[in-house]
């Protein structure tokens, strides 16, 4: 560790990268580059560039989240009065290709860090105490709308399965290219739900059908849609955004 210290602090390359992290204000105060190596455990060499530097700043961040979340603080809810009519519609691409998934074969897969790797077909689903909430979603992208959500509460369905809950992360992977990741303290949230239900009815289809993890106290696109299959891990999942560069908390 005193090494690689010494490489950011003595190095030429990473003197400049230091340098312009500064002028553009993403390091302040006396944090040094082998300062931030330290806190991040990210090994930077001579090659890096200000990109690398940011992502491992982006994963410290990540932490820093993790620890300031509040597992038990709730976000607002509302009225049904209050819902967003129509429910904006977004994905990585037009609604006409939203995938279409026979609910009768369908099967949650589940995976990792669990005693019971069985896999889960609707009507057992729906046999599991059922939540219901009225949210707001937040889109990165610049729009908010507030919508009803029912279904199973994830915590509820990770003790079923006999997840370790001191594992760090729970995966997803959906039906189109789609995945994402959370941390095990947002998993086990109140307010996150494996959501069945749009309105008291079941998904519709370019909304996640058959199942959509929700997850308000996150961002919009931390809640995949069309889910296949559910994994716990240690080992850092990422995810469809987060690999391309929005933070991975994202969250409150
Ligand atoms: N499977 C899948 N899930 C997804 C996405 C996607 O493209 N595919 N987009 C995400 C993003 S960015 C947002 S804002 C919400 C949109 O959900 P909605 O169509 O219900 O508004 O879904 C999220 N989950
Ligand atoms: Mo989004």
Request: charged letters at 20%.
């Amino acid at each position: 560790m005193s090494k690689k210290i010494s490489l950011a602090d003595h190095h030429p390359a990473l003197q400049k990268v230091e340098r312009q992290l500064h002028r553009r204000g993403l390091l302040r105060g006396g944090l040094s580059l082998g300062g931030l190596t330290m806190l991040t455990g990210c090994n930077l060499s001579d090659g890096d560039t200000v990109d690398k530097v940011l992502w491992a700043m982006s994963r410290f961040n990540d932490r820093v989240q993790a620890l300031l979340f509040d597992p038990n603080k709730l976000v607002p809810t509302y009225d049904v009065s209050q819902i967003t009519k129509p429910f904006p519609f977004n994905a990585y691409y037009p609604v006409d290709s939203a995938p279409e998934v026979d609910g009768d074969t369908w099967k949650l897969e589940v995976s990792g860090l669990v005693q019971d790797k069985s896999s889960w077909p609707l009507s057992r689903l729906r046999s599991l105490p059922q939540e219901s909430q009225i949210t707001r979603h937040i889109c990165i992208e610049g729009w908010s709308a507030i919508g009803h959500w029912s279904g199973v509460p994830l915590r509820t369905f990770l003790q079923r399965v006999g997840a370790d809950t001191r594992a760090r992360y729970v995966g997803f992977k959906c039906a189109d290219r789609y995945y994402s990741s959370i941390d095990m303290a947002t998993a086990l949230h109140p307010q996150t739900i494996l959501a069945l239900d749009y309105g008291k009815e079941p998904l519709p289809l370019e909304y996640g059908f058959p199942l959509k993890l929700r997850v308000p106290t996150k961002l919009g696109f931390k809640n995949p849609k069309h889910i296949a299959a559910l994994f716990v891990t240690n080992d850092y999942p990422g995810g469809w955004w987060e690999d391309q560069g929005y933070n991975w908390f994202s969250g409150s």
